[in-house]
Structure formats: structure tokens, C-alpha cells
């Protein structure tokens, strides 16, 4: 997964949330754009478009950006700094078996999840779909067990955007996109409120639900989600989603490096290579 794009309509507050809380660093500034991410990766570009307005409730869009820590000290150090910071921004957290993770919501209105994997020998796959639940974490053990003294994020503290979890009206328009027409693997199914997609063997890179947003249409023009990038492996994998979209008539924008296209639910979204 590359960066994900956010539409803001406040880019100074929505940057210093995203610095001094979730403790990403600003990476690059471009007049109305902030990229921030770890150790040079853009992992969060927030677009100031002080024009557009919030969605409507119900519609579809972003769920949460997921954001991946290498290690439990280094979620730890971004725990501690949402509860230092912003805890009423702290919406929960979940053991789900593959994973360790964290919620809050940010200034305007957007999920993000912060966490940690298990080691990929950890996970259990039967019949080609990963085993995920929702147990309880408390994250008050968590910090205690794994904070380290100097709790400040470093450099020497990766993390990247680990997977992508949207908003949409329906999961088998959703699962016709992203499987049959994307190309993704899907690797776990919640009957017809959530999907969760792959590629290579991860538990998700992408998921869908309908939790609020059943029933919705094709965005309009809003703040939040602006666009997901993928990043595929070579030119010839990248030639082969072209293809692939091509052949069920998507609209894709081909400029030779880059296609950039929307999904059903007008979510855009750029592939390009690594």
C-alpha cells in the first residue's frame, strides 16, 4: 500500500494532528499539501480543500487508514502519544489474532488504526481464508508492558500504510471490483457486511464494510478519502491490472507509469510501481 490522500479543511490543525499525535513526521509541504510518514515514506498527504464539505452521514468513503508499526514499542510510543495528547480521540482497540490494534478518529472525522502484526507463522489459514477476530485488548496493559522509558517515536522507528478499510453500499459490488476485476485475493468474508482483500499471502491490504453505509451510492465531492495508492512489484504486474481493468471496461487513465482509476463507490485510486 502507498499513501493515502486526505481532502482537509483545516490543513494546519489536521498536520499537527497527524505530527504530534499519531507522531508522523512531515516528510514534504507544498503549499496546500503536507506529506507525513517515517523515515522518508509518504505515508498521509492531506490536500487543503477548504471549498468541499463534510459527507453526509451514510455515505460512503473512508472507514480507517491503517498504519503498521514493526515492532509493539514503536505502537506503543504512538499509544502513549494519542493518550498523552488526544485521548478523547481514542475510540478502542481489538486482538485480531493476526493483529494488535488501536483506533481514534481525527479532527475531521477520520478513522485511523494504529498497529502491530504477529509473525505471518502465527496466523491460521483454512482453505485459503485467514482466521480474524475481535477480542478484547486493554491498552492500558499494553503501554505497560511494552512501553519503552523514552517513549518518543525515532527514526529508527518504521511504519507504513498497511492496509485500507472503506466505506461502501454493497459488498458484492465490492467484491466484483476488487477480486474479479482488481485482481485481489479475498482472504476473509463477514456474510454481506465486510470483505478483505490481498495480495502475496498478507491478511488484507483493503477491506470493505457496510456498517454505515449500506445502501450508498457514488460519492460526491467531499472532504475525507482523496485517493489510495497501490504500489505493485513491476511494470509487468501493473501492465496486467491495466489489462485486466480494461477488459471490463473501467474507466483507467494510463499515462505509460501510473493508472489511476475509481472504484464503484468513486473512491480513486493511482497504481504505480514500487
Known amino acids: 500500500?502507498?499513501?493515502v490522500t486526505l481532502l482537509v479543511a483545516d490543513l494546519d490543525a489536521m498536520t499537527a494532528f497527524y505530527r504530534d499525535v499519531v507522531t508522523l513526521q512531515v516528510v514534504r509541504a507544498d503549499?496546500?499539501?503536507?506529506?507525513?510518514?517515517?523515515?522518508?515514506?509518504?505515508?498521509?498527504?492531506?490536500?487543503?480543500?477548504?471549498?468541499?464539505?463534510?459527507?453526509?452521514?451514510?455515505?460512503?468513503g473512508l472507514f480507517h487508514t491503517a498504519i503498521l508499526f514493526e515492532s509493539q514499542a514503536a505502537?506503543?510510543?504512538a499509544l502513549f502519544s494519542v493518550a498523552q495528547h488526544a485521548p478523547r480521540t481514542f475510540t478502542g482497540s481489538a486482538d485480531h489474532l493476526v493483529?494488535?490494534?488501536?483506533?481514534?478518529t481525527d479532527p475531521e472525522g477520520n478513522g485511523i488504526e494504529l498497529y502491530w502484526?504477529?509473525?505471518?507463522?502465527?496466523?491460521?489459514?483454512?482453505?485459503?481464508?485467514v482466521e480474524m477476530a475481535t477480542l478484547y485488548l486493554d491498552p492500558n496493559a499494553f503501554?505497560?508492558?511494552?512501553?519503552?522509558?523514552?517513549?518518543?517515536?525515532?527514526?529508527?522507528?518504521?511504519?507504513?500504510?498497511?492496509?485500507?478499510?472503506?466505506?461502501?453500499?454493497?459488498?458484492?459490488?465490492?467484491?466484483?471490483?476488487?477480486?474479479?476485476?482488481?485482481?485481489?485475493?479475498?482472504?476473509?468474508?463477514?456474510?454481506?457486511?465486510?470483505?478483505?482483500?490481498?495480495?502475496?499471502?498478507?491478511?488484507?491490504?483493503?477491506?470493505?464494510?457496510?456498517?454505515?453505509?449500506?445502501?450508498?451510492?457514488?460519492r460526491m465531492p467531499a472532504l475525507g478519502l482523496g485517493r489510495v495508492d497501490l504500489l505493485l512489484p513491476d511494470a509487468d504486474a501493473l501492465g496486467e491490472v491495466g489489462e485486466r481493468l480494461a477488459h471490463y471496461g473501467a474507466a483507467v487513465r494510463d499515462d505509460g507509469q501510473t493508472l489511476h482509476f475509481d472504484d464503484p463507490w468513486n473512491n480513486a485510486i493511482r497504481a504505480t510501481v514500487a
Open 1 to 3: 500500500m502507498g499513501a
Open 31 to 60: 503549499g496546500d499539501a503536507v506529506a507525513l510518514g517515517r523515515a522518508g515514506r509518504e505515508l498521509v498527504v492531506l490536500q487543503h480543500s477548504p471549498a468541499l464539505r463534510h459527507a453526509q452521514p451514510g455515505a460512503a
Open 75 to 77: 505502537l506503543a510510543s
Open 99 to 104: 493483529s494488535q490494534a488501536f483506533y481514534l
Open 117 to 129: 502484526d504477529r509473525a505471518r507463522t502465527d496466523w491460521s489459514w483454512t482453505h485459503g481464508q
Open 143 to 218: 503501554l505497560n508492558e511494552h512501553l519503552r522509558e523514552d517513549a518518543r517515536p525515532t527514526a529508527a522507528d518504521p511504519a507504513q500504510i498497511g492496509h485500507v478499510h472503506l466505506s461502501v453500499g454493497d459488498v458484492a459490488t465490492a467484491r466484483a471490483f476488487y477480486v474479479d476485476r482488481l485482481g485481489f485475493d479475498a482472504t476473509a468474508s463477514l456474510g454481506d457486511q465486510a470483505l478483505f482483500v490481498s495480495a502475496g499471502g498478507y491478511h488484507h491490504h483493503m477491506a470493505m464494510n457496510v456498517w454505515n453505509s449500506r445502501g450508498a451510492g457514488p
